[in-house]
């Protein structure tokens, strides 16, 4: 399989006094498409915020393409970019949809507005929503919010392409949609895998079984700060697994404690 993209070696974190992630190890090759699964709480978010280098480790390494990483992703070390999609859309709702998508671009790139507009107008017929710059987030659906903050994570800077994303972080992109938005959501991240442009590796969390069977061709199930199963979408229906199992039949009998 050649170098992972990224590589978790024997990470730990902690919040306060409760370990989230226990010495994990992890790795995504370039082009997968892996799933993090496991039951609410059990560090999901977490290791997606460890990969995009939003926290720091408590102990173990991150590797991007072999090269240590030692600081956060803001101090520009990286040697290339994390797209990030976060749970229910996060776009500023006093900024227009161009002003989401373009957001760092306009901040922090000397490129001219009309370069910038035309970059944000790209991507947003990538993700379906051509001629909605000027519209503001409040005048679309859930589904629509959504698929901007997929043109915003794949926005590229032509000023900086060491910065642009070669791996995009989807936490839980289709929480709160209805099936067919779903549905939606679930191709377009299959189809912004493979581009014109070359293929992304992508990283999802996700709890909706139609999201992980769609989307994931490796699954990672997570569970008391451990990497409990790692196999191909197709073994979860005949993996013995007992987390595994009661996770997918939703039975509340089994190794997972039910919270409450
Ligand atoms: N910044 C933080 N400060 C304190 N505790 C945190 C912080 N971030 C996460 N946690 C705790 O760490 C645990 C794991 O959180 P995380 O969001 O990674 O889980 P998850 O598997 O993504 O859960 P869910 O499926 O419910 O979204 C939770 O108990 C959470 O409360």
Redesign the pocket.
């Known amino acids: 399989m050649g170098e992972p993209l990224i590589e978790l070696r024997g990470v730990s974190k902690a ?2 006094d ?1 370990i ?1 992630l226990d010495e994990v190890d992890l790795a995504i090759y370039p082009n997968e498409a892996v799933g993090i699964i ?1 039951p ?7 290791i997606l915020r460890l990969i995009a280098g939003l926290i720091a480790p408590d102990a173990g390494e991150i590797y991007l393409k072999g090269q240590r990483r030692t600081g956060l992703v803001d101090e520009g070390k990286d040697p290339f970019g994390v797209g990030m999609v976060f749970q229910r859309a996060a776009l500023f709702d006093s900024l227009t949809v161009d002003e989401n998508v373009g957001f760092l671009l306009y901040q922090h790139s000397r490129l001219p507005r009309h370069q910038i507009r035309q970059q944000v107008e790209r991507v947003l017929e990538m993700v379906g929503l051509p001629g909605t710059g000027d519209r503001y987030p409040s005048e679309l659906s859930g589904g629509m919010r959504q698929r901007v903050s997929f043109a915003r994570a794949i926005l590229k800077n032509p000023d900086n392409p060491a910065d642009n994303p070669e791996l995009l972080l989807y936490d ?1 992109p289709t929480a709160g949609l209805d099936p067919i938005a779903s549905t939606v959501i679930e191709d377009l991240i299959r189809k912004l895998q493979c581009t014109e442009d070359g293929c992304t590796t992508y990283a999802i ?1 996700t ?1 909706q079984h139609s999201t992980i069977r769609r989307t994931a061709d490796r699954i990672v199930f997570l569970h008391e700060g451990k990497v409990q199963w790692e196999g191909r979408v197709e073994e979860i229906d005949t993996t013995d697994n007992p987390a595994m199992r009661q996770f997918f039949t939703g039975s509340v009998d089994g190794p997972i404690r039910v919270a409450g």
């Open positions: 919040f306060g409760r989230v496991g609410s709480g059990t560090g999901k978010s977490t839980e969390v709890h």
